[in-house]
């Protein structure tokens, strides 16, 4: 076997419950390695939601100045727009075997490298947007000091993320109980305690670039998911129902956002900065808040080890021809010191910065990938995807690539973060559409170029990385 051989494929595993280590990278999972049910995707994606990050996003809408209803109208629109189009290309999963960034060869060619590393980076900010809340828990838990609960955190979720998919999966079905039950809690103690803020600051044209900075901000949440979204189904059997995949997904993301979003708005007042203290504290200290903490470290380890698994894949997408269980341990390392950083500081403001910007790229990435999907699909009148055939065909690479640039530039002026607030934004009262004008312009550029262009003759390489192989041990 190769060193490339080595390092985008190996050991798969076989079954629900294998849990040895995952070596399998990029290369497509062959028919006779498949398994599982459709079912599994509700679970894969409500648990990893159940954190504070979301919670914490949930604070933002009453801080700009909405009230209760008015914030969680449009968080719950803003989950939904995010949502449809990630659980949409996890359906691809079951019918190719391949992974969302692989797969994005298809319209990128060699230029899918800049979408890989992008993501590869997204992936290292949500690790430290999220491991900085359950660090911080695990921390006030044990009475360490902040740098030591990150360290662990971030330390277990590279070791699930080094096992792979199927440690992933039964990691969390089991979570989907445990996290539930704690955010069950936590929702009971406001209820009891907590007064909705029915009163908003916001008014007139500020009240509207307000409702819309807090639907954009969910949105940027729900549709992060997006370039991860067929990592998780690829095992799935190629007859796997797939409206059935899109629906588990989608509510498994909307329900889990909306749930702990609605608790972050509900407890503003309470969470702030210090969302682990605030937890601490509404529960009553003692068994039940030690509970709660823990809780919220164990949320951090579901989330993050997906994030480290699908960036171990962005990484060899990339084409750097590293084994993924490495690549994972990797996105974690670099995540730790990510964290440090906003936790230096002021988190309200580097977390609503770091959360918007990591995902102003993704827009444009979904445009460029659901019509090259749409054109093959014509082209192939009705006929199954044939993975392998698709790729033989590939298109050139720079119009996807220009689209790609065109869309994140298009973009900026409608930006609105406090490191920079675009003319158009600041013109709509702090209201961000960057996301959907970033999704527009990447359609509207990269859909006439690929009609115009034919596809060219397959290229070794690219061909050679995505050869189907059965390599179970």
Known sequence: MTFEESAFAGRMPARAGDLAV????????????????PARLFTVW???????TGVFSGTVGVTLGLDFWTAFTAMVLGTLIGAVPAAYLGTWGSRTGTGQLPLSRLAFGRGVALPGIMQWLASVAWDALIGL?????????????FWLGALVILLLQGAVGVFGYEALHRLQTVMTFVLGAAFLVLGAKLLSGVPLPLHGSAHGADRLGAFVLT??????????WAPYASDFSRYLPRTTSGPRMFWYSLLGMVLS?????ALGLWGAALFTDQTASGVHKLLGGGALGAFGLLAIAAAAVCSNAMNDYSGSLAVQTAGIRVPRPLAAAAAAVLGFLLVLWLHDADTTVRFQNLLLFVGYW???FVGIVLV????????RQGAPIDVAAEFARPQPWWPACAAFVAAFAAAVPFMDTTLFVGPVAAALHGADIAYYVAFLVSVAIYLPLRLLLPARAAEPALTRDVRPVDRRM
């Open 257 to 261: 956002f909306a749930w702990v979003q």
């Open 133 to 145: 809340f359950g660090g911080e828990a695990l921390a006030r838990l044990l009475g360490w000091p």
């Open 22 to 37: 995952e070596r399998h990278g990029i290369e497509p999972v062959p028919e006779n390695n498949r398994y599982g049910k």
């Open 362 to 364: 993704i827009p444009g």
């Open 215 to 224: 639907s954009t901000i969910a949105l940027s949440l729900a549709i992060s």
């Open 372 to 379: 090259d999907a749409r054109l093959r699909a014509r082209d």
């Open 46 to 52: 409500f648990a990893p939601n159940l954190t504070m």
